[in-house]
T-cell receptor
Framework: EPEVTQTPSHQVTQMGQEVILRCVPI?????FYWYRQILGQKVEFLVS????????KSEIFDDQFSVERPDGSNFTLKIRSTKLEDSAMYFC???????????FGPGTRLLVL | GQQLNQSPQSMFIQEGEDVSMNCTSS?????WLWYKQDPGEGPVLLIA?????ELTSNGRLTAQFGITRKDSFLNISASIPSDVGIYFC?????????FGTGTSLTVIP
């Protein structure tokens, strides 16, 4: 069964550094999402992406964040200058058009020191 | 952002018992969803609800979309050890999904 994949599984970075989190959504899906989950807390919506542009974004998704679909398969989340509070699990998800079933990737655990 | 509050926050139950948890919001949603998250993994969709009042089952799971469209509940019957995890409700509006605060379930064999 097709799966959403994410790389890396873990990333440790210094505060102020840029990080790029990568996702490969399921191939025939059209809607893509990034979520954040701080340890022990709820899953928080960051951004949705459709037709090569941001569809909606939350207040968390400020100018430090950006998303890109550089080719036909990858979907990336960039954090330009990481802060300590960016430490969290970041999940990518995708949906086929007309459905509500989001398929989540396994997540990238980001630790900012 | 939207606030979805789940209760209880955590539950410890004996294997075989039934479980009930709910989710309330100050906002109306057009779709309610329930997810289960195992440690270190992403959430997995359990049930989706599309209409106010809808009652839907998936095996031992039953969920209802509240009439006011501001709440939903999830029941698990005859719990088993693999039901352990965190259960999240989520409401959908447009292309945004808002997740609840989660209910942590522990099943004691």
């Amino acid at each position: 069964e097709p799966e959403v994949t994410q790389t890396p599984s873990h990333q440790v970075t210094q505060m102020g550094q840029e990080v790029i989190l990568r996702c490969v959504p399921i191939s025939n899906h059209l809607y893509f999402y990034w979520y954040r989950q701080i340890l022990g807390q709820k899953v928080e919506f960051l951004v949705s992406f459709y037709n090569n542009e941001i569809s909606e974004k939350s207040e968390i998704f400020d100018d430090q964040f950006s998303v890109e679909r550089p080719d036909g398969s990858n979907f990336t989340l960039k954090i330009r200058s990481t802060k300590l509070e960016d430490s969290a699990m970041y999940f990518c998800a995708s949906i086929r058009q007309g459905e509500v079933t989001q398929y989540f990737g396994p997540g990238t655990r980001l630790l900012v020191l | 952002g939207q606030q979805l509050n789940q209760s209880p926050q955590s539950m410890f139950i004996q294997e075989g018992e039934d479980v009930s948890m709910n989710c309330t919001s100050s906002s109306i949603f057009n779709t309610w969803l329930w997810y289960k998250q195992d440690p270190g993994e992403g959430p997995v969709l359990l049930i989706a609800l599309y209409k106010a009042g809808e009652l839907t089952s998936n095996g031992r799971l039953t969920a209802q979309f509240g009439i006011t469209r501001k709440d939903s509940f999830l029941n698990i019957s005859a719990s088993i050890p693999s039901d352990v995890g965190i259960y999240f409700c989520a409401g959908r509006t447009g292309n945004q999904f808002y997740f609840g605060t989660g209910t942590s379930l522990t099943v004691i064999p």
